[in-house]
């Protein structure tokens, strides 16, 4: 069973930062895309940012030059820093990655439970 965890949530000022962290755990045979999104209240999700297997990352317009997203294959743990928080950044962070487990031969999507993000005005 491969599971997601999530971290480093919590309630910041406008301007402030965060980091979030996600890690993947289980019978993991291999990891391709580890990918961060989000769910405001009465929005829809959101994707924010995605770290391919190859290094490629790529973000949502409105966290460009805010948010970074980074991954430690070793660890099966990917980041998100969050600088120059906004309210409208306030939202349930999810983690979503494509695995392919140690007894699989396909790669198939797993979510974590999510973390809270409140940014305060």
């Known amino acids: 069973q491969v599971q997601l965890v999530e971290s480093g949530g919590g309630f910041v000022q406008s301007g402030g930062s965060l980091r979030l962290s996600c890690v993947a755990s289980g019978s993991i045979g291999s990891i391709d895309l580890m990918a961060w999104y989000r769910q405001a209240p009465g929005k829809q999700r959101e994707l924010v940012a995605a770290?391919?297997?190859?290094?490629?990352?790529n973000y949502a317009d409105s966290v460009k030059g805010r948010f970074a997203i980074s991954r430690d294959n070793a660890r099966n743990t990917v980041y998100l820093q969050m600088n120059s928080l906004k309210p409208e950044d306030t939202a349930i962070y999810c983690c979503n990655s494509n695995i392919r487990t140690a007894y699989s031969t396909g790669y198939r999507a797993y979510w974590g439970q999510g973390t809270r993000v409140t940014v305060s005005s």
């Open positions: 770290f391919s297997s190859g290094g490629t990352a």
